[in-house]
């Protein structure tokens, strides 16, 4: 099957980013729901957490795409990656108020190309909204001006005088006469002059913005959705600055709902300055934070659930590349039950893809294009486990391994040889304080650690959670087959002291606990228990 020259020419057409998906009808096609959709359809706001590659952008631009068409409903979206029209915000140099207000106004006038798309379009009646955007234009591009006194001048006059005149009458012609008398005048003039500097202040004043879009929305009778993409990409340092300009002008507007995606180990939502006082947005309190992508793709928690869903991501995006109904007419492959079976030797192939993808989608579809390319090259007619381990491998050292810095390698070593080395397993319990440890944080943004369980309790140490990490199919992979080969942790209930029982369905798994000193790249210590 994979020597099918139409199919060989399609394989490397599909897309691994979303965003460079430019087919609308495509991107609904290969968008493969797992019960995340009817949850950011609502009005409310969210954040929505997951790594790169799980399908963030795919979800944010499917609901898009059937929202959009909706009565009175306006969606603008927003990639963060794209904002910054100058490259003022990302200068370290300039001062913070600098560098957001660009950051501010850029995103005030993505809201208004939306709002001026939606009013000029025809279909949604909005004519009446044209003087109120017009308004929303000007206070967007329109600096705002104060006086400064500078400097104050008083001046004093004083004037006097005096003047005599007489009048005496002496008898000759009625018009001879004589005047004499006295008059004395005083003046005084005071003045003035106050002397002041006209200076533009670059700021944006959250009443006047709440009217203005209010003004907008209530002629244009729409609801709007924004939905910002990418939010990890903006500079760490200003991100609870536009979160607090998004509490302050947005989130107070029930007439806008707001989603962003963003990397949960990347985003700052909030900052505290001194004193205590916070600024920016305050997850589970301003807006809702409950939605991970990770959590519905992992392997270990529900692989049946994840082997269907990945097989019909796979099903969905070979089929979008190829002709109309090409995989039912050449292949009789209907569906990705049938798709597996007709391009893998065996099931256990296609499950060996499912688990070295980790639960991303893009990881999942850059090892299958490999393994398939792979097993083009050897004359095979079907995708073989071999060529899936090699992909992986390769994936994992090309994608992975080489953006590691060095302290990362040497922490990710010293994990790799206590876990699979001495224990023979590949997972393990992290005390859930060292969650938001830097270097967890940073192997787990690099896909190289893997949580698959927060907050676990174990009945041997009472008072203490955990959160259990597994560690990636690629630092294993090299052991394939081998002694070495970590066992598969989680197996059925079995009483012992060296287990735990993580998951509802009572599989249990090697209780293996790090503590903070393995993750020290200094430290001697084993930091294993």
Request: charged residues 30%; aromatic residues 8%.
């Amino acid at each position: 099957m994979i020597q099918d020259p139409i199919l060989v020419a399609a394989v490397p057409r599909i897309l691994q980013r979303s965003e460079r998906q430019v087919d609308v009808e495509k991107l609904t096609k290969t968008f493969v729901d797992v019960g995340i959709l009817p949850q950011v359809k609502s009005r409310n706001n969210q954040v929505i957490h997951g790594r790169r590659g799980t399908g963030k952008t795919h979800i944010l631009k499917k609901l898009q795409t059937d929202i959009m068409h909706e009565p009175g409903v306006l969606v603008v979206y927003l990639d963060a990656r794209s904002m910054g029209s100058t490259s003022q915000f990302s200068d370290l140099s300039l001062p913070i108020h600098q560098r957001c207000i660009c950051l501010f106004r850029d995103f005030l006038s993505e809201i208004y190309n939306g709002l001026l798309e939606y009013v000029t379009d025809g279909k949604n009646k909005a004519e009446g909204a044209f003087e109120p955007l017009h308004k929303f234009g000007n206070f967007i591009s329109n600096p705002v001006y104060a006086a400064d006194k500078q400097e104050v001048t008083k001046r004093e006059m004083n004037q006097s005088g005096s003047e005599t005149t007489s009048t005496l009458t002496l008898g000759m012609p009625k018009d001879t006469s004589v005047q004499f008398g006295d008059k004395e005048t005083n003046s005084k003039t005071a003045e003035t002059t106050t002397t002041a500097i006209v200076r533009k202040e670059d700021k944006v004043i959250f009443p006047e913005l709440q009217s203005y879009l209010n003004d907008v929305l209530k002629a244009a009778g729409a609801h709007m959705f924004i939905l910002f993409d990418e939010w990890s990409s903006l500079p760490m340092d200003i991100q609870p600055y536009l979160a607090e300009f998004i509490r302050r002008g947005i989130l107070p507007n029930s007439e806008i709902t707001i989603k962003i995606a963003s990397l949960e180990y990347r985003s700052q939502f909030v900052a505290h300055l001194p004193g205590g006082r916070a600024f920016g947005i305050e997850l589970g309190s301003d807006i809702s934070a409950s939605l991970d992508v990770d959590d519905y793709y992992i392997y270990d928690k529900s692989p049946k659930f994840v082997i269907e869903a990945f097989g019909d991501i796979l099903f969905r995006h070979l089929k979008s590349e190829l002709p109309d109904d090409y995989l039912q007419s050449q292949h009789k492959i209907a569906n990705p039950s049938q798709l597996q079976s007709r391009m893998f030797t065996e099931r256990a192939t296609f499950v060996e893809l499912v688990r070295a993808a980790e639960g991303v989608a893009r990881d999942l579809i850059n090892i299958f294009t490999s393994a398939f390319f792979d097993a083009h090259r050897r004359k095979l007619e079907r995708i073989d486990r071999k060529a899936v381990v090699e992909a992986a491998r390769q994936w994992y050292e090309k994608d992975k391994q080489k953006d590691l810095a060095e302290e990362l390698k040497e922490v990710l070593g010293r994990i790799v040889k206590e876990v699979i080395g001495r224990r023979k397993a590949r997972s393990f319990l992290l005390p859930r304080e060292l969650e938001k440890h830097p270097t967890i944080q940073r192997l787990f943004d690099m896909r190289v650690l893997h949580l698959m369980h927060r907050g676990y309790a174990d009945k041997e140490n009472p008072g203490v959670r955990y959160n259990i990490y597994t560690l990636d199919y690629g630092t294993y992979v090299d052991l394939k087959n081998t002694s070495q080969e970590p066992q598969i942790d989680f197996v059925e209930f079995t009483e012992g002291k060296d287990l735990v029982v993580p998951f509802d369905d009572k599989r249990s798994i090697r209780r293996i606990i790090l503590n903070k000193e393995i993750l020290n790249p200094t430290q001697p210590a084993l930091g294993l228990n």
